[in-house]
């Protein structure tokens, strides 16, 4: 894969190199681009008042980006080269840059700011990064943490192309394994209240009613018999703003260590015509007992609110994971993706994330949490589409939800009252566990346009009971009162498994972020919906082999069950006296483009169970970003040790530790006896590679 970008005529996704300036280095792949033909932005030179702004002759002024210092403005069409050299011949503007959205992708717009990511090989030093820089006229700004050689660069007024074009040229180069601009999205909730729900906790738990299911509920009230919470246990809820004078948020302790990213402030408080989707969510999961209005899943836990700047970039997501995890947050709960049909994560975005949740609680990681999403789309697959209003979406779509499928994420789908597949629940192999919700119509909801974009519609009735939660004090918000009986989305069932999980860890602190999920999805009810989906006539609400549905995961939480089983496993775990294990030195050819992949085997006769792990691999590849590879346990369990991250990289010798990749823990405590299985997957088409040899060992 050494000639992606640089000799030949097209690159690896079929567009022309005169078209480098639409290919977006995106998370190992190129993304094609299209200008956004009415608006573009600029970035002033010195602070510039919205009056200011609003009086410019370039075109109107429309909203300012803060986090980016930049200015979006909107134009005729006709108007914008014209419009976009005016505002570049000013002296108040530094530079002006289209607005871009992925092609196939309405309504999500990208806005590029002077940052690039550049992760060069190991054998590169300072004296060459500086060379290449220089060229392209980048000022380092900094390192990113626990990425070897990877820093950010500032692109200066020396450069004479913009962010996406410099990147395209530094990916061509031998030195250089991954670049990437620093591109801004806006932030899209999961759920915008659109129907009337019941004014009650069915979810929490129930003994029957009207459009109540047995076994809808959580059994909370049974895993309160243990624990309610302690306030150690902090959950950090990451949104829009948050209520902080609802009753249901006082308490001794209860507050801890707020943040407004918007305001860059530390108090978190809805704007004034702002409905605050962030007070509806923390109300579920950590509503306080207090003999007065609701109480959330884990009463007893303290709240972390973060409030976000409703926008999306490598800056704000790594500030959001670094303070949540250095400010002590046990879990991190986020009802929110980016507003994009296909959004994969950037290297540093990636990273924010794995760093949480590897290195935060002390190193047993923060337990994170994304909701799935309510368009009821897979979280990465395609979907043939057809009937969206206004044709905003049509044809073969491919869907992916970055933030969904990363590996130290749980992803959250939305079960109702009736234990059915919530109507506009996302899916697929992603999905961890589900949690009630209320039911509804599929709605994409794009930021920008202020419009939910509706898909063809449901013939059958929508059934089952909604949430109840709280809201602003007073008139604002969803509601009059203090609470909304109009909330609900894969938004509102995160929340609920992350107070799940806060139950959790107060009755075993000890456990890590990855033990945590595998007791959610290992004690969740595997409900079952044998029903067709209403809207695309798929059936997945049955369980496979590895007891996984696409609709549910692994199941619907249980509290109590959870709880029990944190319980269990609260001894400590002994170390381990002695090493087994084995080595495949057969050489195998690794099919080019082929999602089967080919598997190799080690046999272990030992049944001791397993108290450490570690597998070694030896791989060559002509471009190992295609690749990804995958341990199989005995009992089916899959566990993904390394995704396309590697880039131009053509040697693979590399050593996953249960320390390195915490997600091995899912198989501590396994019997070690029976048929291990290690599945390369090369995905892309072009170049070929071979596992050499690779080895099992494990501790017992």
């Given at each position: 894969?050494?000639?992606?970008?640089n000799s030949?005529d097209?690159?690896?996704?079929?567009?022309?190199?005169?078209?480098?300036?639409?290919?977006?280095q995106?998370?190992?792949?190129?993304?094609?681009?299209?200008?956004?033909?009415?608006?573009?932005?600029?970035?002033?030179?010195d602070?510039?008042?919205p009056?200011?702004?609003?009086?410019a002759?370039?075109?109107?002024?429309c909203?300012?980006?803060?986090k980016?210092?930049l200015?979006?403005?909107?134009?005729?069409p006709?108007?914008?080269d014209?419009?976009?050299?005016?505002?570049?011949?000013?002296?108040?503007?530094?530079?002006?840059?289209?607005?871009y959205q992925?092609?196939?992708?309405?309504?999500a717009?990208?806005?590029?700011?002077n940052q690039?990511?550049?992760?060069?090989?190991?054998?590169v030093?300072?004296?060459?990064?500086?060379?290449?820089?220089t060229?392209?006229?980048?000022i380092?700004?900094?390192?990113?943490?626990?990425l070897a050689?990877?820093?950010?660069?500032?692109v200066?007024?020396?450069?004479t192309?913009?962010?996406?074009?410099?990147?395209?040229?530094?990916?061509?180069?031998?030195?250089v394994?991954?670049a990437?601009?620093?591109?801004?999205?806006?932030q899209?909730?999961?759920?915008?209240p659109?129907?009337?729900?019941?004014?009650?906790?069915?979810?929490?738990?129930?003994?029957?009613?009207n459009?109540?299911?047995?076994?809808s509920?959580?059994?909370?009230?049974?895993?309160?018999?243990?624990?309610?919470g302690?306030?150690?246990?902090?959950?950090?809820?990451?949104?829009?703003?948050?209520?902080?004078?609802?009753?249901?948020?006082?308490?001794?302790g209860?507050?801890?260590?707020?943040r407004?990213f918007?305001?860059?402030?530390?108090?978190?408080?809805?704007?004034?015509?702002?409905?605050?989707?962030?007070?509806a969510?923390?109300?579920?999961?950590?509503?306080e007992?207090?003999g007065?209005?609701?109480?959330?899943?884990?009463?007893?836990?303290?709240?972390?609110?973060?409030?976000?700047?409703?926008f999306?970039?490598?800056?704000s997501?790594?500030?959001?994971?670094d303070?949540?995890?250095?400010?002590?947050?046990?879990?991190?709960?986020?009802?929110?993706g980016?507003s994009?049909?296909y959004?994969?994560?950037s290297?540093?975005?990636?990273?924010?994330?794995?760093?949480?949740?590897?290195?935060?609680?002390?190193?047993?990681?923060?337990v994170?949490l994304?909701?799935?999403?309510?368009?009821?789309?897979p979280?990465?697959g395609?979907?043939y589409?057809?009937?969206?209003?206004?044709n905003?979406?049509?044809?073969?779509t491919?869907?992916?939800?970055?933030f969904?499928?990363?590996p130290?994420?749980?992803a959250?789908a939305?079960?109702?009252?009736?234990?059915?597949?919530?109507a506009?629940?996302?899916w697929?192999?992603?999905?961890?566990?589900?949690?009630?919700s209320?039911?509804a119509s599929?709605?994409?909801?794009?930021?920008?346009?202020?419009?939910?974009?509706?898909?063809?519609?449901?013939?059958?009735?929508?059934?089952?009971r909604?949430?109840?939660?709280?809201?602003?004090?007073?008139a604002?918000?969803y509601?009059?009162?203090?609470?909304?009986?109009?909330?609900?989305?894969?938004?509102?069932a995160?929340?609920?498994?992350?107070?799940?999980a806060a139950?959790?860890?107060s009755?075993?602190?000890?456990?890590?972020a990855?033990q945590v999920?595998?007791?959610?999805?290992?004690?969740?009810?595997k409900?079952?919906?044998?029903?067709?989906?209403?809207?695309?006539?798929?059936?997945?609400?049955?369980?496979?082999?590895?007891?996984?549905?696409q609709w549910?995961?692994?199941?619907k939480?249980?509290?109590?069950?959870?709880?029990?089983?944190?319980?269990?496993?609260?001894?400590?775990?002994?170390?381990?006296?002695?090493?087994i294990g084995?080595q495949?030195?057969?050489q195998?050819?690794?099919p080019?483009n082929?999602?089967?992949?080919i598997?190799?085997?080690?046999?272990?006769?030992?049944s001791?169970?397993?108290?450490?792990?570690?597998?070694s691999?030896?791989?060559?590849?002509?471009?190992?970003?295609?690749?990804?590879?995958?341990?199989?346990?005995p009992?089916?369990?899959?566990?993904l040790?390394?995704?396309?991250?590697?880039?131009?990289r053509?040697?693979?010798?590399?050593?996953y530790?249960?320390?390195?990749?915490p997600i091995?823990?899912?198989l501590l405590?396994?019997?070690?006896?029976?048929?291990?299985q290690?599945?390369?997957?090369?995905r892309v088409?072009?170049?070929?590679?071979?596992?050499?040899n690779?080895?099992?060992?494990?501790?017992?």
């Open positions: 894969m050494n000639d992606r970008l030949s097209v690159s690896s996704v079929g567009v022309p190199t005169t078209s480098l300036g639409l290919i977006l995106r998370g190992g792949e190129e993304l094609i681009l299209e200008k956004v033909s009415d608006r573009f932005t600029i970035r002033p030179i602070d510039i008042s009056k200011q702004l609003s009086q002759n370039w075109g109107s002024w909203r300012s980006i803060p980016a210092e200015a979006l403005f909107t134009v005729a006709p108007q914008l014209k419009a976009m050299s005016v505002a570049r011949a000013s002296h108040n503007v530094a530079f002006a840059s289209h607005v992925i092609k196939d992708n309405p309504a717009n990208i806005y590029l700011t690039i990511t550049i992760q060069f090989a190991s054998w030093d300072a004296a060459t990064i500086n060379a290449i820089t060229k392209f006229g980048l380092q700004a900094k390192s990113v943490p626990t050689n990877t820093f950010v660069f500032l200066s007024e020396q450069a192309e913009n962010p996406i074009k410099i990147t395209n040229h530094l990916i061509s180069l031998p030195e394994l991954v990437e601009p620093n591109i801004i999205v806006h899209q909730h999961h759920y915008q659109r129907d009337p729900l019941y004014p009650q906790q069915w979810y929490l738990n129930h003994k029957g009613g459009q109540l299911a047995n076994g509920h959580i059994f909370v009230e049974n895993a309160w018999d243990i624990t309610r302690v306030r150690s246990v902090v959950v950090a809820v990451v949104d829009d703003s948050f209520d902080l004078n609802h009753p249901d948020f006082q308490g001794s209860k507050i801890v260590a707020p407004d918007k305001e860059n402030d530390f108090l978190p408080l809805p704007d004034e015509q702002e409905t605050s989707h962030g007070t969510c923390a109300g579920i999961a950590l509503a007992e207090n007065t209005g609701i109480a959330g899943v884990a009463p007893g836990c303290a709240l972390m609110p973060i409030r976000t700047t409703g999306l970039d490598d800056e997501i790594e500030a959001i994971f303070w949540a995890s250095e400010k002590g947050a046990s879990i991190i709960s986020c009802s929110w980016a994009a049909i959004f994969p994560l290297l540093r975005q990636r990273a924010a994330i794995t760093r949480a949740a590897t290195r935060g609680r002390n190193g047993k990681g923060c994170i994304f909701a799935a999403g309510n368009a009821n789309r979280i990465n395609s979907v589409e057809q009937g969206w209003e206004k905003i979406i049509k044809g073969n491919k869907w992916l939800s970055g969904a499928v990363h130290d994420v749980i959250v939305a079960s109702t009252s009736l234990n059915k597949k919530a506009y629940s996302n697929g192999t992603n999905i961890s566990v589900c949690a009630p209320n039911n599929p709605g994409m909801w794009f930021q920008q346009t202020g419009y939910i974009y509706t898909q063809p519609a449901i013939a059958t009735a929508i059934s089952g909604g949430m109840f939660t709280t809201d602003q004090v007073g604002a918000g509601d009059p009162s203090n609470f909304t009986d109009n909330f609900g989305g894969t938004s509102s995160t929340p609920v498994v992350a107070g799940v139950l959790i860890l009755v075993n602190p000890d456990l890590s990855k999920k595998r007791i959610l999805e290992e004690t969740a009810d409900i079952v919906d044998l029903d067709a989906d209403a809207q695309l006539g798929l059936r997945y609400g049955s369980y496979d082999e590895n007891g996984h549905s549910f995961g692994y199941g939480v249980n509290a109590l069950r959870a709880v029990q089983a944190a319980q269990q496993l609260r001894t400590v775990m002994v170390s381990a006296t002695r090493q084995g495949n030195q057969n195998v050819a690794i080019d082929d999602l089967q992949g598997k190799s085997a080690i046999a272990i006769s030992d001791s169970l397993i108290k450490d792990i570690q597998v691999v030896n791989i060559s590849h002509d471009f190992l970003g295609d690749v990804e590879i995958y341990l199989i346990a009992n089916n369990h899959l566990v040790l390394q995704n396309r991250t590697l880039g131009r053509s040697e693979l010798q590399a050593t530790t249960v320390e390195s990749h091995l823990q899912q405590s396994l019997p070690a006896n029976g048929r291990w290690l599945w390369v997957i090369d088409l072009q170049d070929v590679g071979k596992l050499n690779w080895e099992l060992t494990l501790g017992i």
